[in-house]
């Protein structure tokens, strides 16, 4: 007789749906009038099929829609009266706005964004710290523009740049922007939201030394990495002090000029042990300690392994359209799902690897299992029947 304790009432993926909760889906909906021309693809089911096809790692809408045909017994339980058909997904990814999408997944981050940030290890050197950068996911270039020159040979690939900031203890996007792969990366600046106190670090690429002055009048202070080829005059150098490490080689005030203006900046140079290099960091705060400048800078690479867990988890690589709108919807179903999932990484006491925390959801979707308990104690059925005593009848013979 199975004694486990690990079934569920649900499938997998409706445990997951149930942390969206549906007035959000409904408000959104009657904000944005996206269920207007729409008789069986609403936003609910519309949105139900795409975070299935973000988790099931499907490859097209042939598949998605064979592949929810085969659980039409099981459809009820994600609020589907019917399985999806091709056609109808393909009209919905290419006239429902992805606005829609993105509401929804602000709207989740205000709901879960103090939980992650409440349950996260991090120890930052500052607070309120957030983090820039971009990343190019390529597509076909009749959709959006490449950067660079054409090549002699072969045809150059387009693609869609997605400008993200995070939240350093968050640890998940809470401003996404999508441009083609041409745009420069420092045009994003422009449209950060900082409130004053705020710290922002990125890299090079985003070097604006319009943007730096406008901060430093607003109190916002920044750290990024200096360009090799930056033209800058020394004002006056600060004396190290007993504390300040040895691989702070210098520290210094600088002024930078842009269009006849004059701008002060900190910069500090620091060798890198490990790299053997040396690494030369502006910002336009003059009072922390230079080697917290540099912990600063290093916060950075967290955003690089959020993009490696969205892309190697939720591969962008099969987009279910032709055209940029279903594009985006993708991207917005994979980060809606990242948050999901970190959400679920928190809950659990048990400590889980992302990747395979995914995988096993990935594989067990409509498996009627009870995916917290599980997670708590994946081995309790298998430790039952390896260390229970045997069978009395059996040990008569």
């Known amino acids: 007789m199975n004694k486990s304790t690990h079934f569920s009432g649900h499938p997998i993926i409706k445990q997951l749906l149930n942390l969206i909760p549906r007035h959000i889906i409904s408000r959104t909906a009657e904000s944005f009038d996206s269920d207007r021309y729409y008789k069986t693809c609403k936003t609910h089911e519309h949105l139900v099929s795409m975070l299935y096809a973000a988790l099931s790692g499907v490859s097209s809408l042939r598949e998605l829609s064979t592949v929810m045909l085969a659980c039409e017994g099981k459809l009820s339980h994600l609020g589907l009266e019917s399985f999806p058909r091709r056609s109808t997904l393909s009209d919905a990814n290419a006239n429902r706005s992805s606005q829609v999408f993105s509401s929804i997944y602000y709207s989740l981050l205000d709901k879960y964004g103090r939980f992650l940030s409440d349950s996260s290890s991090l120890r930052l050197p500052v607070k309120h710290l957030k983090i820039v950068d971009s990343t190019t996911i390529s597509l076909f270039s009749d959709i959006l523009k490449g950067v660079g020159r054409n090549p002699i040979n072969g045809r150059k690939k387009g693609g869609i740049k997605m400008h993200t900031m995070i939240n350093a203890l968050e640890d998940v996007p809470c401003l996404v922007r999508f441009s083609s792969a041409a745009t420069h990366d420092h045009t994003f600046l422009r449209e950060l939201d900082l409130k004053k106190g705020s710290f922002v670090v990125f890299d090079k690429a985003y070097n604006d030394y319009r943007q730096f002055f406008e901060w430093t009048q607003q109190d ?112 917005w179903c994979g980060l809606i799902i990242q948050l999901l999932m970190l959400v679920v990484q928190k809950r659990t006491k048990r400590r889980w690897a992302y990747s395979n925390m995914v995988s096993m959801i990935r594989l067990h979707l409509m498996s009627y299992i009870n995916m917290f308990s599980f997670m708590e104690n994946p081995t309790q059925k298998w430790d039952y029947l390896t260390t229970k005593p045997p069978d009395i009848q059996l040990t008569m013979f």
């Open 220 to 331: 916002i202070y920044f750290v990024t990495r200096q360009k090799e080829n930056a033209s800058y005059k020394n004002l006056e150098e600060f004396d190290p002090q007993h504390n300040t490490p040895n691989n702070i080689l210098r520290d210094e005030i600088i002024t930078v000029e842009k269009n006849g203006q004059m701008i002060e900046l900190r910069r500090v140079a620091y060798w890198d042990d490990d790299k053997k290099k040396t690494y030369s960091f502006i910002s336009n705060n003059f009072l922390l300690s230079p080697d917290k400048i540099c912990d600063i800078y290093k916060q950075r690479w967290q955003i690089e392994t959020m993009f490696k867990r969205l892309k190697q988890n939720f591969p962008l690589k099969y987009f279910l359209g032709d055209n940029q709108n279903a594009i985006e919807i993708r991207i």
